[in-house]
């Protein structure tokens, strides 16, 4: 078949209610599909997927976009598909922080870093950090060890007035000490401590994570929420099978490691959108809203929420 005339089959093909561009797009561009991985295991702080910020822009955007503020496509008028604005409050409470003032925890729970001189990344846990990178702080294990690296100047979380402080994620079980310098000896501390089964009791600021089902609730009403790449090739051939099959769309940003993605949400009381959403699924597309569901409703929390209402938590926004 040239090419005039596949033109025509998946036109014809389309006003039938077939999204001919599309499924050829699936099956051309397998790179379409975004997998969501599950959490890598290194001790870096940053190897948590930052869903609290999905669709927040990044910093260096220009010009900035507001959180929540969605850029779509649609049919205007019978015949030209144009862009559209809608900003939607869900997006800025999508994440809770709460913040634990005077939060306790021993040294044996603290499973990563936020800063290191050597790349947290390179580590499954600090033992294998204390192994291969600071054997002489380890080489004795005794309390006179333990104590030589607790008292190392640069862990400060052990000091009153530290600016140290743990950070928790309500979708991934790890718990991160927010430091500032001092992971060398704190790791060599911990592996000291585990071996001599000795509590090192350590208190700071908690900051806990945690997303808000009321607000995937109320887009999942909505919308169908899927996850595609970025890349533009992609998004381009993806912009113009959407144009083609004249269904309407929107997309946001997705966080950190996922930058070079993008989350496309199609709403559910347009039918054409909802064929895209059904084609989408069937083709593996990662959908999205089921998965963020799913996260908002898992109990990792690191203490009870009747820890807000005693006043031991504020909720503060991300």
């Given amino acids: 078949m040239n090419q005039f005339s596949q033109f025509l089959v998946d036109a014809i093909s389309e006003d039938f209610g077939r999204p001919a561009k599309l499924l050829n797009l699936l099956n051309e561009w397998p790179d379409i599909r975004v997998p969501i991985a599950p ?3 290194s001790i870096a702080s940053d190897s948590v997927v930052r ?14 976009r507001e959180h929540g503020h969605l850029l779509g496509w649609k049919l205007s008028g ?3 598909y144009e862009s559209f604005v809608v900003q939607r409050p869900e997006f800025a409470q999508f994440g809770r922080r709460v913040v634990v003032k005077n939060w306790s925890c021993d040294i044996k729970q603290v499973y990563g870093f936020s800063a290191s001189g050597s790349d947290l990344k390179k580590f499954r846990s600090m033992d294998e950090m204390a192994e ?5 702080l380890i080489s004795e294990v005794s309390p006179q060890a333990l104590a030589r690296n607790l008292s190392y100047h640069e862990v400060r979380i052990l000091r009153p ?6 950070q928790h994620h309500q979708w991934d079980s790890r718990l991160f000490l927010m430091n500032s310098g001092g992971s060398h000896h704190f790791a060599a501390a911990k592996y000291i401590a585990a071996r001599l089964d000795e509590p090192v009791p350590l208190t700071g600021p908690l900051h806990a994570y945690s997303l808000n089902p009321t607000a995937i609730a109320s887009l999942r009403r909505d919308f169908d929420i899927f996850v595609i790449s970025d890349e533009p090739a992609i998004s381009g051939a993806f912009h113009d099978a959407m ?5 309407t769309w929107l997309w946001t940003y997705m966080p950190r490691p996922y930058d070079n993605s993008k989350a496309i949400l199609l709403p559910k009381n347009e039918r054409r959108s909802q064929r895209v959403a059904s ?13 963020l569901e799913e996260l908002a409703c898992s109990g990792n929390a ?8 005693a006043g031991l938590a504020t909720y503060i926004s991300p």
């Fill in 39 to 41: 959490q890598c295991d």
């Fill in 161 to 166: 007035d530290t600016d140290d402080s743990f």
């Fill in 51 to 64: 869903w609290h910020e999905l669709g927040m822009a990044p910093a260096m955007e220009w010009p900035g």
């Fill in 78 to 80: 019978g015949h030209y």
């Fill in 132 to 136: 291969r990178k600071s054997q002489e």
């Fill in 302 to 309: 690191l203490f009870p929420p009747t820890a807000i209402v």
């Fill in 243 to 247: 144009a083609s099959f004249r269904a």
């Fill in 279 to 291: 084609v989408l699924r069937n083709a593996g597309i990662v959908d999205l809203g089921a998965y």
